[in-house]
């Protein structure tokens, strides 16, 4: 049974990540936007609280958890910057071999977020480009400008391994 206390937990973390949402989609930071987000966050806040269990916002400021986010953002950061120079040097160098095609790769993503987050922080990273989601083998497919060397788990770890293990770090940091 819900007592009122997890109810107003739950409003105010979706009131949080809401104003975060507008202040990101409006990027304004004047009075009356401020105020109008504050009050439009709320409204969709306690409408969606009933629907289930919200992270809150604030579970993001758990030192291991600010660390591994910090390892994770400089990896893709990195691994982008590396693919897009790649990239860049294919397109002046026409002679350099492209073998593109599809990928299947495992994963061990196995919520809808942790899914979500694999696909878009690895397609990001120019190189592969999430195409699809088998659930029933536990595989991602992606279009990639060069495929890689190797068998199905080898692959795994040039295109989305490293980021899996950094998102389980970061959802469940280790006690």
Not at 59 to 72: E, G, Q, Y
Not at 83 to 97: E, G
């Amino acid at each position: 049974m819900k007592t009122y206390l997890d109810v107003a937990v739950r409003v105010v973390a979706l009131q949080m990540w809401g104003w975060g949402v507008w202040l990101i989609l409006t990027w304004t930071v004047t009075a009356q936007q401020l105020v109008e987000g504050a009050l439009v966050a709320l409204a969709c806040a306690i409408a969606l609280a009933p629907l289930g269990h919200v992270t809150p916002p604030w579970r993001l400021f758990d030192p291991r958890r600010v660390a591994v986010l910090v390892v994770l953002v400089l990896a893709s950061l990195g691994r982008i910057i590396r693919a897009n120079l790649d990239l860049a040097r294919r397109i002046w160098t026409p002679s350099r071999p492209l073998r593109s095609g599809m990928l299947i790769v495992p994963t061990t993503a196995k919520g809808d977020g942790d899914l979500a987050a694999t696909g878009l922080l690895t397609s990001l990273i120019v190189d592969n480009q999430v195409v699809d989601l088998d659930r029933t083998r536990d595989a991602l497919h992606y279009h990639a400008i060069d495929v890689p060397d190797g068998d199905y788990e080898e692959r795994a770890e040039s295109v989305n391994a490293p980021t899996e293990r950094l998102l389980t770090r970061l959802v469940r940091p280790s006690r």
